[in-house]
């Protein structure tokens, strides 16, 4: 199984190589990390259910208690919001247009004013986000179509979504 | 009697004040709204009642809809929480002419101490030090001159309406004054609408400490010590601790401040749990800030090193029961206790980080209190406070409790949100910290979040996903 980690311009993939159950409850795993088709690290991870509970371990030796959960789409390390996708590359996360809107601070979507195939001119208001307390008028930057709309109304946000994606109007 | 309380708040405080209830056995009524219909303190209430709205204004802050509801469910008594309405006096008016009890204070202490002018006149005439300065906005540069000449430099130039640390200049002589003068009238004009400035003392490396106080409706006016809230960013407290480590063994001063705290609570005639705030200078000479007039998020500190149920007080002296307390000596102190504040947000950044919680898992050492609102599903939104709960440890003495803290904070597993909690543990790490020598600069001179490790730890993720490809086979 192949995982895709993508985190602002890095692309990190983590292959599972080996899965091997050793018994009911331990079950024996190797990962190894590639960035830009470089193996950057491997290592065997085992895991074990002791108490309805899941613990980590690389030796068999030291064990770490590991949160239940289930496939998250994000993962967060420390400050950074990494996107977890199992299995299959999403296309077209990696460029990011000049007509794409993203979030500047984090923020809630309280009006969406356009909808997937629109034309629309720059300057034109095309999602109202509510940050900080203030309603914020977001605007297109370029003449384009809506090419996508990635939120609902209501939804939360974090800084840096990508919200609407727009493909420029060929001259 | 059995009561019927309702809690007019959400978040960690609600199940705070549900588990109370519980254990008074009274009923208790919770709150729920369209926008968090999975609320946790509802695990704690015995009777849910849906707030109509969206925005808070709607729900949270809606005095007409509150006071209906709980007409309509024959509420007792309504505690407020803190934030939202706890220290709105037309609120607490609002249900007394309906027949409710307000948990919390009279009317008239809330009005008096809400506001930051009032309550420094009020102060200074009980004869309780305040930040020397000008009572009323001074007229031209020649005024600040003499007034801090009077006060002597460094001096503060603050703006009548400015607040949140926006607004203000330090001044150390004449000459600062003459050129910073003109400049920040102009800026409070644009910024707030209003020129007007003040002239104050200007405490260097400050420190905020507060005493906890407890009234009942007889006439008893009780301490319980202080908490020092030094660690702060933006002006928010982030990391509180009691007993203060600045005041250490001088019981002299610590009986000063806090009987100063009492007076202050007489002369308002206070019969709830309240907040006396202080700010004190390195020559530990201290000065009235503000009086909160509600229970505080901090309070768990005070309870952890008393073994006071300050909810539970609180509620009792509302409605005129027992707080089994037979006088002020009675009130004791052992150990030490912290609390850091966790909060969904940039470690780095320290801005507000909304996101959806997918894991949750805790393993403390003795001695950790953690509490909370967190649930594997919750979606932290920008609409309410950034904060999911408070990690309290308590250690028989500070070294001991900052070692707890530092496991505890080791044994908290967030998966799904950016958190501080990578924050608290360099701080915990702080030789400045530790040794307790701090003030409320700390964030700005310290800068702890440039030693948070950023790289990322791929064994971790490792870990993580061994954990989901082993629930998926089935382990």
């Known amino acids: 199984m192949r995982y895709y980690l993508i985190e602002n311009e890095n692309e990190y993939i983590i292959d599972l190589t080996k899965t091997e159950i050793l018994s009911s409850d331990l079950v024996e795993f190797e990962f190894s990390t590639l960035k830009k088709n470089e193996l950057i690290n491997k290592k065997t991870v085992f895991v074990r259910k002791l108490a309805g509970q899941y613990f980590a371990s690389f030796d068999q030796q030291c064990w770490n208690k590991i949160p239940r959960q289930n496939m998250p789409r994000k993962m967060i390390y420390v400050d950074k919001v990494i996107d977890l996708y199992r299995g299959y590359k999403p296309s077209g996360l990696a460029a990011s247009g000049e007509g794409d809107l993203n979030t500047q601070m984090p923020g809630k979507v309280v009006k969406i004013l356009a909808k997937t195939g629109d034309q629309v001119s720059k300057g034109q208001t095309l999602l109202i986000l509510e940050a900080m307390k203030m309603e914020n008028e977001m605007r297109s930057n370029i003449d384009g179509v809506i090419k996508e709309i990635h939120v609902k109304e209501g939804q939360a946000l974090e800084q840096g979504v990508l919200m609407i994606e727009i493909a420029p109007l060929k001259k | ?475």
Not at chain 2, 79 to 87: A, D, K, N, Q, T
Not at chain 2, 194 to 220: F, S, T, W, Y
Not at chain 2, 312 to 337: T, W, Y
């Open chain 2, 1 to 475: 009697m059995t009561k019927r309380i309702l809690i007019a708040n959400r978040g960690e405080i609600a199940s705070r004040i549900a588990k109370a209830i519980n254990e008074l056995e009274f009923v208790a009524i919770g709150f729920w709204t369209e926008s968090e219909s999975q609320a946790r303190h509802l695990e704690f209430c015995n009777e849910w009642i849906k707030l109509v709205g969206v925005t808070h204004a709607e729900t949270y802050l809606n005095i007409e809809q509150i006071v209906r509801l709980a007409k309509e469910h024959k509420v007792d008594a309504v505690h407020p929480g803190y934030g939202f309405l706890s220290e709105n006096a037309d609120f607490a008016e609002a249900l007394n002419k309906a027949g409710i009890i307000f948990i919390g204070p009279h009317s008239d202490a809330i009005r008096v101490m809400g506001d930051k002018a009032t309550s420094k006149m009020l102060a200074k005439k009980a004869g309780i030090p305040v930040v020397p300065g000008s009572s009323k906005a001074v007229e031209s540069v020649e005024e600040a001159i003499r007034i801090a000449e009077e006060i002597k430099y460094p001096v503060l130039l603050k703006a009548v309406a400015g607040g949140g640390g926006r607004g203000m200049r330090a001044c150390l002589n004449e000459q600062e004054i003459k050129d910073q003068f003109a400049a920040l009238q102009r800026e409070s004009m644009a910024a707030f609408g209003n020129g007007d400035l003040l002239v104050e003392k200007l405490i260097i490396n400050p420190r905020h400490i507060e005493v906890q106080i407890l009234a009942d409706k007889n006439g008893n006016i009780y301490h319980f010590f202080e908490r020092e809230c030094s660690i702060q960013r933006r002006h928010q407290k982030i990391i509180e601790e009691a007993p203060s480590p600045f005041i250490g063994d001088d019981e002299e001063l610590r009986q000063k401040i806090c009987s100063t705290a009492v007076d202050l609570a007489k002369v308002v005639k206070y019969d709830s749990a309240g907040t006396v705030e202080f700010i004190m200078a390195e020559d530990k000479s201290f000065y009235f800030l503000e009086m909160n007039t509600r229970i505080q998020v901090e309070h768990p500190i005070t309870e952890e090193i008393t073994g006071i149920d300050l909810i539970v007080c609180m509620i009792q002296s509302a409605i005129g029961g027992d707080l089994h307390i037979p006088n002020q000596e009675f009130i004791k102190r052992s150990g030490h206790a912290i609390e850091c504040r966790i909060c969904a947000e940039d470690p780095l950044t320290m801005l507000p980080a909304p996101g959806k919680v997918y894991g949750f898992e805790t393993s403390f050492p003795q001695g950790t209190r953690f509490d909370n609102c967190l649930y594997r599903g919750l979606e932290v939104t920008p609409d309410f406070d950034p904060m999911v709960g408070k990690l309290v440890t308590k250690g028989i003495n500070r070294y001991v409790a900052v070692r707890k803290m530092r496991a505890a904070l080791k044994g908290l597993f967030i998966e799904g949100l950016k958190t501080n909690i990578s924050l608290h543990q360099v701080i915990m790490e702080n030789e400045n910290f530790k040794n307790g020598s701090y003030s409320t600069n700390f964030i700005i001179v310290e800068n702890p979040q440039a030693k948070i490790n950023t790289e990322i730890d791929f064994l971790k993720f490792y870990k993580e996903l061994a954990g989901i490809e082993a629930r998926n086979i089935g382990l």
